[in-house]
């Protein structure tokens, strides 16, 4: 019998599919879940294009399915996987969740919060770049490839 570790890799893998997800309804390819307690409590990919709105990417997506489920403003003792690196709308509105952690995949060197340092994120919010990055790049390379 196989056992699957429920480790950064494998909802980073869950994020990634849900970003597939985006890719395949023409839309940037990011996905996102939050996990709590070791359960995906909430999954969402960016929907900019379909709900004509440019604040429904993945991660604010996430954060109200999330909410929702605990019933909770606040995401306390949660963790975002996303596959890129929050832009600063998604960072600011993931301080204001309290998030215990923020994991993600892809750098983005052009609207990544990074441009800005770490003060769009709450300061008890720990952050781990780079998991499984470069398939998430690679997803994002391949949707852009396509457009041009």
Request: overall charge negative.
């Amino acid at each position: 019998m196989e056992t699957f570790a429920l480790d950064d890799e494998y909802f980073m893998r869950a994020a990634l599919s849900e970003a597939k997800k985006a890719f395949d309804s023409d839309e940037v390819p990011v996905g996102a879940v939050i996990v709590c307690k070791n359960r995906i409590i909430a999954r969402a990919h960016n929907m900019t294009e379909k709900l004509t709105d440019v604040t429904a990417h993945a991660e604010m997506l996430a954060f109200t399915a999330a909410s929702n489920f605990l019933g909770a403003k606040y995401l306390q003792d949660c963790t975002l996987y996303v596959t890129l690196e929050p832009c600063v709308m998604c960072a600011g509105a993931g301080f204001w969740t309290q998030l215990d952690r923020i994991v993600f995949g892809a750098s983005d060197e052009k609207r990544g919060y990074g441009l800005f340092g770490d003060k769009l994120i709450h300061p008890r919010t720990q952050i781990k770049k780079g998991v499984l990055a470069d398939e998430c790049a690679e997803l994002l390379r391949d949707f852009f490839r396509m457009k041009r």
